[in-house]
């Protein structure tokens, strides 16, 4: 059975290319706009289990590590490993996604295959 991962980013062709590469690589993609509608959507797939999430910082309505904090609170994704995907490149903003519960953080643009060996970390452990 396939894996799923939660794509969180208000950037419609961020998600676009991340799901087509995720879903080239076998996973199932579950797709959100910003923190609000992925906690929405989350509240929906009752019994899908939710591998890992890769999420964006800064998005409207609720950010990444407002996001991060409130899904790490469920009890069934407390151990779910999260990604960040992001502009944001300063220490300051990792160490606090870091303290929010985030695993890894890849800085925008992407590779790729950089991406998918991230993932791969994350998620076949």
Known sequence: MPKTILIVDDSSSVRQVLGL??????FTVVEASDGRE???KLGKLKGERIHLVISDVNMPNMDGIAFLKAF??????????MLM???ESQEAKKREGQAAGAKAW????????????????LVLP
């Not at 790490?72 to 490993?81: I, N, Q, V, Y």
């Open 72 to 81: 790490k609170l469920l009890p069934e994704h407390r151990f779910t490993p």
């Open 85 to 87: 995907l992001t502009t």
């Open 106 to 121: 890849v800085v925008k643009p992407f590779k790729p295959e950089q991406m998918l060996a991230a993932v791969e970390k």
């Open 21 to 26: 590469l995720l879903k080239g690589a076998g």
């Open 38 to 40: 992925a906690l929405d």
